[in-house]
Antibody
Framework: EGQLVASGGGPVQPGGSLRLSCSGSGFIFSRFDMHWVRQGVGKGLEWVSG???????YYSGSVKGRFTISRENANNSMFLQMDSLSDGDTAVYYC??????????????WGQGTRVIVS | DVQMTQSPSSLSASVGDRVTITCRASQSISTYVSWYQHKPGKAPNLIMYAASNLQSGVPSRFSGSGSGTHFTLTISRLQPEDSATYYC?????????FGQGTRVEV
């Protein structure tokens, strides 16, 4: 079925940096597009960034220019380098795997989330 | 970017009731919609893909419909374990936008 484990969250000061990791197991990591989604305190889900199988990268407007997504298929891993962090980035960050069915993407496997606190 | 507007923002219903959540897209997006169930402290869970297809392992009391700009998620015969926040998401463009969420209290 597959599993994702997110890690790397923690407290960080405004203006600081943090690197999140997502490790996959139980599936062929390189065959799937991957994404990061976050949920701020008292807020809904917000798509943050994605990287497809060839390595094309996508960012939401709120993080573009500050966050960098990457993947290492050999290690079944994805990363999110977060720079110039601000209060608005405080959230639980989830990694998610994409499957394509009927032409539509859906996020079928999610990591447990890692909490980032900017304060 | 495609915007997704969900309604209602919250609802309360009783066990055995039928509830419907609506999601409207800011432009036509065919059937490129997924629905997720999210419980506090847990990872979101995919329940519906391509608008009307039930994800494996999800109870058949969940159903989805719609195309273009109007989509619905229906839970028939509501159960206590269905208490959660439900989100729609579009994958028509590369902003993968979520709706604002609907909190369902049973």
């Amino acid at each position: 079925e597959g599993q994702l484990v997110a890690s790397g969250g923690g407290p960080v000061q405004p203006g600081g940096s943090l690197r999140l990791s997502c490790s996959g197991s139980g599936f062929i990591f390189s065959r799937f597009d991957m994404h990061w989604v976050r949920q701020g305190v008292g807020k809904g889900l917000e798509w943050v960034s994605g990287v497809d199988r060839p390595g094309n990268k996508y960012y939401s407007g709120s993080v573009k220019g500050r966050f960098t997504i990457s993947r290492e298929n050999a290690n079944n891993s994805m990363f999110l380098q977060m720079d110039s962090l601000s209060d608005g980035d405080t959230a639980v960050y989830y990694c998610a795997r994409t499957v394509v069915r009927g032409g539509a993407d859906s996020f079928d496997i999610w990591g447990q989330g890692t909490r980032v606190i900017v304060s | 970017d495609v915007q997704m507007t969900q309604s209602p923002s919250s609802l309360s219903a009783s066990v055995g009731d039928r509830v419907t959540i609506t999601c409207r897209a800011s432009q036509s997006i065919s059937t490129y919609v997924s629905w997720y169930q999210h419980k506090p402290g847990k990872a979101p869970n995919l329940i519906m893909y391509a608008a009307s297809n039930l994800q494996s392992g999800v109870p058949s009391r969940f159903s989805g419909s719609g195309s273009g700009t109007h989509f619905t998620l229906t839970i028939s015969r509501l159960q206590p374990e269905d208490s959660a926040t439900y989100y729609c998401q579009q994958s028509y463009d590369t902003s993968w936008t979520f709706g604002q969420g609907t909190r369902v209290e049973v």
